[in-house]
């Protein structure tokens, strides 16, 4: 089955790091870049960079650089999302997604989500 | 970056009625625009892209039109399971990818 199997929920204290993974499976998981979507509580959605598992080129949207980092291993076939201080504004559910295997940045699979929660 | 603005927010139908959302970009975007759908709880569904074409598996009473800077999705006949917020999505490719705002689609 072609999917998108996402880590599970995080609860995490301000300040705290964190890394979260979206593992590809039943297609060519290096050949089709990886997104990560922001859905903060009751909002829309943000996409925040995508990463080409391989050779982990990554593209970033303005309002997330340097605020996230975004890395693969093409080993796994997993993508990854980190921060390294959490702020209670990252509470949210983040879905990874795969870019369209027609090769335009429209996405065909996406990822259950993972939430999470940034509170003291 | 090139902003996506829908409208209505939010849109109170009838089954069986015919829906329409309208996508505004901030400059020409051609036909790059996709449409999904979301369900509460659940995971944004592809239903379009390049404006019109439909995602496999996708029924036909969806259908999308425009291009440059204005876009239209179109429920022919909105059924039980139409009830969600539907986004667009544009994909120039010389900017970052930007979303809609959203629109719920509620029953009246």
């Known amino acids: 089955e072609v999917q998108l199997v996402q880590s599970g929920a995080e609860m995490k204290k301000p300040g705290e790091s964190l890394k979260i993974s979206c593992k590809g499976s039943?297609?060519?998981?290096?050949?089709?870049?990886i997104g990560w979507v922001r859905q903060m509580p009751g909002k829309g959605l943000e996409w925040m960079g995508s990463?080409?598992?391989?050779?982990?080129?990554?593209k970033y949207s303005p309002s997330f650089q340097g605020q996230i980092t975004i890395s693969a291993d093409k080993s796994i076939s997993t993508a990854y999302l980190q921060w390294s201080s959490l702020k209670a504004s990252d509470t949210a559910m983040y879905y990874c997604?795969?870019?369209?295997?027609?090769?335009?940045?429209?996405?065909?699979?996406w990822g259950r989500g993972t939430l999470v929660t940034v509170s003291s | 970056d090139i902003q996506m603005t829908q409208s209505p927010s939010t849109l109170s139908a009838s089954v069986g009625d015919r829906v329409t959302i309208t996508c505004r970009a901030s400059?020409?975007?051609?036909?790059?625009l996709a449409w999904y759908q979301q369900k509460p709880g659940k995971v944004p569904k592809l239903l379009i892209y390049?404006?019109?074409t439909l995602e496999s598996g996708v029924p036909s009473r969806f259908s999308g039109s425009g291009s440059g800077t204005e876009f239209t999705l179109t429920i022919s006949g909105l059924q039980p399971d139409d009830f969600a917020t539907y986004y667009c999505?544009?994909?120039?490719?010389?900017?970052?990818?930007?979303f809609g705002g959203g629109t719920k689609v509620e029953i009246k």
């Open positions: 997604a795969r870019r369209s295997t027609s090769g335009y940045w429209y996405f065909d699979l």
């Open positions: 039943g297609y060519s998981f290096i050949s089709y870049w």
């Open positions: 990463i080409f598992p391989a050779d982990s080129d990554t």
């Open positions: 400059q020409s975007i051609s036909s790059w």
């Open positions: 390049k404006a019109s």
């Open positions: 999505q544009q994909y120039n490719s010389y900017s970052p990818v930007t």
